[in-house]
């Protein structure tokens, strides 16, 4: 059983940054994966970023690449994703999750998520 708490969310301006963070309790936190997602209202949830067990293998949506950073902390059983350079299409509740299928490829699907955390709001305003 993992437990995820999201932080780092509020409202920034267009070209602004935001640094969110997943801190996760429980078992095992370096032998899952981890992911975030985002869901604007609406929307569908979507994926954002992903990165493997040790942090050395990153993934990112294209919407994101080259703006976003995924990073994770095993010893601090954290995960972070740097925002920089926002967009308003970047305001979205931010989930962060942990998979512990194995494959790249399945990351970007939610549905391979065992684990969730509770969200947190990004608001880009113009």
């Known amino acids: 059983q993992v437990q995820l708490v999201e932080s780092g969310g509020g409202l920034v301006q267009v070209g602004g940054s935001l640094r969110l963070s997943c801190a996760a309790s429980?078992?095992?936190?370096?032998?899952?994966?981890m992911g975030w997602f985002r869901q604007a209202p609406g929307k569908e949830r979507e994926f954002v970023s992903a990165v493997n067990w040790v942090g050395s293998s990153k993934y990112y949506a294209d919407s994101v690449a080259g703006r976003f950073t995924i990073s994770r902390d095993n010893a601090k059983m954290t995960v972070y994703l740097q925002m920089n350079s926002l967009k308003p299409e970047d305001t979205a509740v931010y989930y962060c999750a942990a998979t512990s299928v194995f494959g790249a490829t399945m990351w970007t699907d939610p549905l391979h998520y065992e684990y969730w955390g509770q969200g947190t709001q990004v608001t880009v305003s113009s």
């Open positions: 429980g078992r095992a936190f370096s032998s899952y994966a």
